[in-house]
């Protein structure tokens, strides 16, 4: 008889950011009627994760509990300034439309930006310390759902000058957004 209490049964299970960012992109017909459109700047919502939990499996409710869940939706033209995430990894699918990521990287006094497109469909990984932006560059809306491990507490702005990352400033969560 095997015990309830053996530790394959208990071991803890933790998803990447990833692998529940590609999850929520196959069920995005789960939350797809939550996401609006905006102008003039894009609009963002927040998912429980015990609403994800449960659209993916319930038994997930653990693995997200530090986690959070943003949609999105991009009008053509909107986009972001460049940021990180505070310390924060996360990873995005682009669920509908097209996205440009301009990354942000090289040693100092060299740092430059490089360019992705990222269509429907795309996961696009990432750790604590990425500078990016994101934008709608094409001429049709987009969506896409990012999850952060840990949860957004924290984005710091940039402006690329003469090769150097400059830093402009922090936003913080429930006081700037």
Do not use: I, K
Not at 20 to 45: C, I, K, N
Not at 78 to 102: I, K, N, R
Not at 132 to 160: C, D, F, K, Q
């Amino acid at each position: 008889m095997t015990s309830l209490l053996s530790p394959a049964r208990n071991t803890a299970r933790a998803t990447s950011a990833a692998a529940l960012a590609a999850a929520l992109l196959a069920a995005a017909d789960g939350w797809l009627p939550r996401v609006e459109h905006r102008e003039p700047s894009r609009w963002t919502g927040l998912l429980p994760t015990g609403d994800a939990a449960d659209l993916l499996d319930p038994s997930l409710h653990a693995d997200l509990a530090g986690a959070q869940v943003w949609l999105l939706s991009w009008l053509p033209g909107q986009g972001t300034p460049l940021h990180d995430h505070g310390g924060s990894a996360c990873a995005f699918a682009v669920v509908g439309g097209v996205l440009t990521e301009d990354v942000v990287g090289g040693r100092p006094g060299a740092v430059r930006e490089a360019a992705t497109e990222l269509w429907a469909g795309r996961v696009r990984p990432f750790g604590p310390h990425h500078v990016h932006r994101v934008a709608n560059r094409g001429t049709r809306p987009a969506v896409s759902v990012h999850v952060y491990t840990p949860g957004l507490s924290t984005m710091n702005r940039y402006e690329l000058a003469g090769g150097s990352l400059r830093h402009l400033g922090s936003e913080r969560a429930g006081v700037d957004w």
